[in-house]
């Protein structure tokens, strides 16, 4: 019996320790007599994966329900400034618990705005990825066994190379048959204006 108890204190310990790392990626925030916590709902967030916002809103110790119908969630990726606004629904069975489904395409830093209303409570919060809050997106290269496969802002780049390659290509031959026109209707312009002079000459 006394090994089972040891056993059991074992596994507490270990869960007490291993709950607060895992929560430390998260930004705990209050608002107007709400509390907010914010993060990934999968961490470490990798660069390709599915993944989503994770927002938990408590009001006291009681979970706060109805936000997707008055909330959003605008995210945006830093280094490009590209942003999209999702919407947020309802984690099956867990109240106040709430995501917006996101793949984020591109590593680095990530921010969340949630606006809307939350009861009567105007809201407009931002949450911005780094140290101390919640996980940049990290690139999964270093990740990847046994073969490292080609991310998908790289075939983007990869394809735009290739379309703007063909584009200057196509660009080129189109120049060089517009000079070849021109240089045709010259020639002939000059054969006219020759075979013009000729019979002119015969004439005198």
Known sequence: M???????????????????????????????????????????????????????????????????????????HKASGTKKTFALRTIFRDPGHYTADIIPTAPGQYEMRFFGKVGTAEFNETFISGPGRYGDIEPTTELAFPVAAPQVREVAGSAKEAIEA???????????????????????????????????????
Request: hydrophobic share 45%.
């Open 2 to 76: 006394s090994l089972r108890l040891r056993l059991a204190a074992l596994i507490a310990v270990v869960l007490m320790v291993g709950v607060p790392s895992a929560a430390l990626a998260h930004e705990r925030r209050d608002v107007s007599g709400y509390q907010l916590v914010v993060g990934w709902i999968g961490e470490p967030a990798l660069e390709g994966e599915k993944n989503g916002v994770d927002l938990r809103i408590t009001q006291g110790d009681k979970p706060v329900e109805g936000v997707e119908k008055t909330l959003q969630v605008e995210i945006t």
């Open 166 to 204: 063909a584009r200057n290509a196509e660009d080129t031959a189109s120049m060089a048959r517009t000079i070849g026109i021109v240089g045709i209707v010259v020639g002939i312009l000059g054969l006219g204006v020759g075979g013009a002079s000729l019979i002119a000459a015969r004439k005198k």
